[in-house]
């Protein structure tokens, strides 16, 4: 059964959320670049 009122509106993000959804990315992916980067630069060393 559903109700006409029941219809969710379209949620718009504040400029606050904005900032804290890219802080909370760049909180994962900076360390996530750095490690990648670190094993791309020890794969000789691994190898050789």
């Keep these: 059964m559903t109700t ?3 219809e969710r ?5 504040s400029p606050l959320q904005w900032a ?7 909180w994962v ?6 490690g990648l980067y670190r094993l791309l630069i020890n ?4 190898f050789g």
């Design 20 to 26: 804290g959804a890219v802080l909370a990315w760049l």
């Design 29 to 34: 992916l900076v360390p996530f670049g750095y």
């Design 9 to 13: 509106p379209e949620a718009e993000w």
């Design 4 to 6: 006409a009122g029941n």
């Design 43 to 46: 794969i000789p060393a691994l």
